[in-house]
């Protein structure tokens, strides 16, 4: 776990998820796509494709350095294209080493079957120091794989949890979750899954992604991009 020492360190750093609009060109959305339908891909137990890269190899060398730009410099702890044909649940980025986590970045790459921005990720207010998890309050996970992420079935380590009721605007983004899971939490901001934009947030924020198959959509590919500080 981490000392209070680490996580006061890392909040100096928090601050609200932002999207940079329109930031790559469609010459670069063309090469990171085709990247990654070259690449050797893995399939997750929980369903996701994924695709590894690293910095230095020239894929996402240019998009490294507008981020620091903007963000400050950091350390690249792994980024990966992921596609994905049922949308994420509540979550954080995190890794059991426990480091000093700092901005996740997702880019937007392609959605099938649906217009663009029709999908959303969602962001809520509350935070989690506790290492990877995924959040499903009230749920009996006894006997449910565990693939990497933990179980978080009572919230009260989650940092910022509300008493009052999800507005039914926010519900109906999130479809997909069971009743129980958002209690507690509340949604800060949402942003539109926008073609050659950057989303920008605390890699220890909760988060997840709005329920897409709803709007038609089939599936997504993203890059994401996770990133530590000294």
Partial sequence: ???????????????????????????????????????????????????????????????????????GDFKVRTAHFFDVSRPHIIHIDDDFEYPNSYKAFTIPLEIRGCEENKAKLIFFDQYYYGGPAKFVKNTDTD????????????????????????????????THLWDDWPKGLSIQKYFPWHIGSIIAFDSLQLHCASDFLSTGATSKLGLSIFTTID
């Fill in 1 to 71: 776990m981490r000392t209070q020492e680490q996580i006061a360190k890392i909040k100096e750093k928090q601050s609200p998820p932002v999207q940079l609009w329109n930031v790559l060109t469609q010459q670069k959305i063309n090469e990171l796509i085709n990247h990654y339908e070259k690449s050797e891909k893995t399939e997750k137990n929980t369903g996701p494709i994924v695709s590894y890269v690293k910095e230095g190899e020239g894929v996402i060398d240019d998009i490294l350095t507008i981020l620091r730009n903007t963000f």
């Fill in 143 to 174: 006997g449910k794989p565990q693939y990497y992420n933990s179980f978080v079935t009572e919230y009260d380590d989650i940092e910022n949890t509300v008493d009052i009721e999800m507005s039914e605007e926010h519900k109906k983004l999130i």
